[in-house]
C-alpha cells in the first residue's frame, strides 16, 4: 500500500473555479502535514503547511483529517497561474516526508 | 542568497559507469535529504541527514552512498549505474526540528543508457 494516495488528474477547470484535492495518507503516526507546488520540470515548493485546525492563506484553505487521515486543498477563485502539479506531503516525527505522485491541475482562460 | 544547488545540472552515463552527484545548501541548515523523482512515483527519498556527521537510509536507497561531507554538503554517489536509476534527483534541506519546510535544489536529470 502506497504511503500516500493522489488522485493524479488532470483537473482541467476555468478562470475564477472552486477546486478541491483530496490525498489520504496510510502511516496513522504521521505528524506534520504539508502541500507543495511544483511546476513543470522544476523543484517542489512549499505551498502551505495544514494543520489540525484547518488554515488558509488566501485563496487556498487546507484541512486535516486526522481520523480518515485524509489531507484537502481548496483553491478558491483559480489562476492561470495556479496550473501545476500539487503534492501531499505527510511526515513523521524522524525526520523523513512522505510525497505523493501529484494532482495536476490545468487553469484555462 | 544561492539556496541549495546541484550540480550537474544533466548527465548521460553508460551502464557501469559511477558518478558523485554534488548539492550544497548556504542556509545554515541541519538537515539534507536526497530524493528521486520518477515519472507517476512522486519523489522518493534515498538518504538523508539528519545532522552534520550522520546519514540514514531513507526508501530506495539500494545502489547509491552517501556523505555529509560538512554542514554545507550532501553528495550521493552512484558506483555502478543502472538503467533503473534514470531518474531526476533533488536534493534538500531543512533548517532543523522546529521547522519542517524543506527547501530544494533545480534538480539533476540523469539518463543511464
Known amino acids: 500500500r502506497k504511503e500516500v494516495e493522489q488522485d493524479p488528474g488532470p483537473f482541467n477547470v476555468p478562470e475564477g473555479a472552486t477546486v478541491a484535492f483530496n490525498c489520504t495518507y496510510s502511516?496513522?503516526?504521521?505528524?506534520?502535514f504539508f502541500w507543495y507546488r511544483q511546476d513543470c520540470r522544476k523543484e517542489p515548493k512549499l505551498l502551505m503547511s495544514?494543520?489540525?485546525s484547518g488554515n488558509e492563506d488566501g485563496r487556498f484553505t487546507a484541512q486535516l483529517n486526522r481520523a480518515s487521515q485524509y489531507i484537502s486543498l481548496l483553491i478558491r477563485d483559480s489562476k492561470l497561474s495556479d496550473s501545476a502539479t500539487y503534492l501531499c506531503?505527510?511526515?513523521?516525527?524522524?525526520?523523513?516526508?512522505?510525497f505523493g505522485s501529484g494532482t495536476k491541475l490545468n487553469v484555462k482562460p | 542568497n544561492a539556496g541549495v544547488t546541484q550540480t550537474p545540472k544533466f548527465q548521460v552515463l553508460k551502464t557501469g559507469q559511477s558518478m558523485t552527484l554534488q548539492c550544497a545548501q548556504d542556509?545554515?541548515?541541519?538537515?539534507m535529504y536526497w530524493y528521486r523523482q520518477d515519472p507517476g512515483m512522486g519523489l522518493r527519498l534515498i538518504y538523508y541527514?539528519?545532522?552534520?556527521?550522520?546519514?540514514d537510509k531513507g526508501e530506495v536507497p539500494n545502489g547509491y552512498n552517501v556523505s555529509r561531507l560538512n554542514k554545507r554538503e550532501f553528495s550521493l554517489r552512484l558506483e555502478s549505474a543502472a538503467p533503473s536509476q534514470t531518474s531526476v534527483y533533488f536534493c534538500?534541506?531543512?533548517?532543523?526540528?522546529?521547522?519542517?519546510?524543506?527547501?530544494f535544489g533545480p534538480g539533476t536529470r540523469l539518463t543511464v543508457t
Open positions: 502511516n496513522s503516526a504521521s505528524q506534520s
Open positions: 534538500a534541506s531543512r533548517a532543523g526540528d522546529a521547522s519542517y519546510e524543506q527547501y
Open positions: 506531503v505527510p511526515g513523521d516525527n524522524f525526520n523523513k516526508f512522505y
Open positions: 541527514s539528519a545532522s552534520e556527521g550522520t546519514t
Open positions: 542556509m545554515n541548515h541541519n538537515s
Open positions: 495544514v494543520y489540525s
